[in-house]
């Protein structure tokens, strides 16, 4: 597997090589678009929206769009202003429970290069031991990133955030007012809820419109007579009894006021 990334973890003093691989992948087929008269591969091509020309890589150069005109800026100019540290460098240790959901995004393992090995088993079993994870910004594919650093099964995880200004605030939102609930209606979903609570293992659960797909492709491919097509399973939860309870009790049935 290939690295996405090679370059230097660097926390207070300590320094270490090390490598970023992409921690996911995707499952299902890849889909192509082809021409439909001859079945050829569709080429993506750049081209100018004045002209008409077809433009190569060298034709072509970076700007940004600002007020309606557009500002070039060089390679160059974006490495000498930025000034940014490529770099994984660590700003903060902080608690893996104080990063919100909505702020993450890809992950990748983090592992030693070649000379930075025992300072990464040191840090590894040092996360470990204490539960903590860090903030670290990095230089990935000419873009600052934000990240978080925790050890997890044995390897260290370096997972993408998104920067505050990324995320939308609510107030650009439209929510509707929200009535009073009654006690009694809060206490009937809290107690569903807090008995069908289970532990969550991501291995419990399959794509399965990708299992789908990929055996369809694979009969096709292999000139099999195609299958009908199955209904994508919903296997019944306790989750669906909470639900349900909770219909009843949204539909007034007075039997969930005294559950």
């Not at 509707?176 to 293992?201: I, K, M």
């Not at 919903?234 to 009843?248: A, C, F, M, N």
Request: with cysteine; aromatic share 8%; charged share 30%.
């Amino acid at each position: 597997m290939r690295a996405s990334w090679k370059g230097y973890y660097r926390i207070g003093d300590v320094v270490l090589p090390v490598r970023l691989y992409a921690a996911t992948r995707s499952a299902g087929p890849n889909f192509v678009q082809l021409h439909a008269a001859d079945r050829a591969p569709v080429r993506r091509i750049a081209v100018c929206s004045k002209d008409g020309k077809e433009l190569s890589d060298d034709d072509i150069m970076r700007a940004a769009e600002y007020n309606g005109t557009f500002i070039e800026l060089s390679e160059k100019e974006l490495e000498r202003h930025t000034g940014l540290e490529r770099d994984i460098v660590v700003r903060q240790i902080t608690d893996p429970g104080d990063i919100k959901a909505m702020y993450c995004d890809n992950p990748y393992y983090l592992v030693p290069d070649r000379g930075g090995e025992f300072a990464y088993a040191i840090l590894r079993r040092a996360f470990e031991k204490t539960n903590k994870a860090a903030i670290a910004t990095l230089l990935f594919y000419g873009r600052e990133r934000l990240s978080v650093i925790s050890s997890e099964d044995g390897v260290m995880l370096l997972q993408m955030l998104r920067f505050h200004e990324e995320i939308v605030p609510k107030s650009d939102i439209e929510l509707p007012a929200l009535p009073q609930p009654a006690p009694a209606h809060v206490a009937a979903a809290t107690q569903l809820l807090e008995r069908y609570s289970l532990p969550f293992y991501a291995s419990d659960y399959r794509d399965q419109q990708t299992d789908i797909l990929n055996e369809l492709v694979e009969r096709k491919a292999k000139g099999l007579p195609l299958k009908k097509p199955r209904a994508i399973a919903h296997d019944t939860t306790p989750s669906d009894e909470v639900l349900g309870r909770i219909k009843q009790m949204l539909a007034g049935d007075p039997r969930m006021l005294q559950s």
